[in-house]
């Protein structure tokens, strides 16, 4: 039965039903969800993404759903490596596993969380096993160039690659899967092209949010990325400025040079970034991508799916959290 638009918040409670039933089968000396508390689903941006595309696309609404339950698991997966390179205490809105349990046992859950991954992907159709693979070593590449990255000036394009791969990779995986199961191996590359550039277009806001977000209201710390030395276009933009470049390289240096636990440059700095415009620069760069994707939405078969997606799309580049 094709995918039917008003469904998507009972579909994606379907979807968190997947993901649930997928942890249960997890057994409490591996790992016992009770002694430590966390979000395995977040905001599931990309599993709404999968169901939107699906629709988009009129495909089998349970074989989506076991699609959007592999992104998410992938993607929370991923985070609990983060959080382990980042040394992050919070995610979610709770204590992460890296602060619960250790690096050790994070990195452990993360990959056990891949592997669950990979086996809900192969349920969903066999051919989407080996195109999440793929996906997985786009990812790590992208966050491997960022660790290599860590104090060192980059440029907006090789920013743009970053984010392509880091986060750009999963996205682009929903949407084959979508098409994949929706066998329409003849609009692959489309919806390569829509993931791919949706997910970047979500991880320059998320880069936007580390300077102008609330840490309540985004679940996670914020001033993160300039703490660790991460280049992000919000800061790259700043840096290219004639007038503020100067005083950002400044503020950086003395950043480096203060205790670990001095924020009080870190928050000079974001609010150099912002007044500055150049959070609202890189917001409006993620909102062209987004309207540049509209003679590809056209494409999609279902009209009223390609009309949700598209408003979803929008939406992220609006978003405060």
């Given at each position: ?11 994606l ?10 942890l249960?089968?997890?057994a409490p000396?591996?790992?016992?969800f ?9 905001k599931a941006?990309?599993?709404r ?14 074989a ?10 992938t ?26 349990m250790?690096?050790n ?5 993360g ?13 969903a ?10 996906a997985v070593?786009r990812?790590t ?5 960022e ?14 690659r ?7 990779a999963?996205?682009?995986?929903c ?19 829509i ?7 979500f991880?320059?806001?998320d ?8 840490a ?6 914020t001033?993160?990325?300039?703490k660790?030395g ?6 790259i ?19 480096r040079?203060?205790?670990?636990a ?17 959070s ?12 540049a994707?509209?003679p ?12 949700a ?6 939406a ?6």
């Amino acid at each position: 039965m094709a995918y039917e638009l008003q469904t998507i918040e009972d579909s994606l409670r379907a979807v968190n039903e997947e993901v649930n039933a997928a942890l249960a089968g997890i057994a409490p000396e591996v790992f016992d969800f009770k002694k430590y508390p966390f979000s395995f689903m977040g905001k599931a941006a990309r599993a709404r993404f999968t169901l939107l595309m699906a629709a988009a696309l009129e495909t089998d609404a349970a074989a989506a759903r076991k699609a959007a339950a592999a992104a998410e698991l992938t993607h929370t997966s991923s985070l609990l490596h983060d959080d382990c390179l980042d040394l992050a205490r919070y995610r979610r809105g709770l204590p992460t596993l890296y602060d619960q349990m250790g690096v050790n046992g994070a990195i452990l859950v993360g990959d056990l969380l891949m592997a669950i991954a990979f086996d809900r992907a192969g349920r969903a159709a066999p051919e989407l096993q080996g195109e999440l693979v793929h996906a997985v070593r786009r990812m790590t590449e992208g966050a491997l160039i960022e660790e290599n990255s860590r104090g060192k000036k980059i440029s907006a394009l090789e920013a743009e690659r970053m984010v392509a791969l880091k986060t750009g990779a999963l996205f682009r995986w929903c949407g084959l899967a979508a098409c994949h199961l929706a066998r329409r191996q003849d609009l692959l590359e489309t919806c390569a092209v829509i993931g791919e550039q949706a997910g970047s277009a979500f991880q320059v806001i998320d880069d936007v949010l580390d300077f102008e977000g609330d840490a309540g209201a985004c679940g996670k710390e914020t001033l993160k990325d300039i703490k660790e030395g991460k280049f992000t276009l919000p800061l790259i933009l700043a840096l290219n400025d004639a007038q503020a470049g100067p005083k950002a390289e400044k503020l950086l240096a003395a950043m480096r040079a203060a205790p670990a636990a001095d924020l009080a440059n870190a928050l000079d700095l974001a609010d150099l970034v912002k007044s500055g415009g150049f959070s609202a620069a890189a917001r409006a760069s993620a909102a062209e991508k987004v309207r540049a994707l509209a003679p590809l939405l056209a494409r999609l078969p279902g009209a009223a799916g390609a009309a949700a997606l598209r408003d979803f799309l929008l939406a992220l580049g609006e978003r405060k959290a």
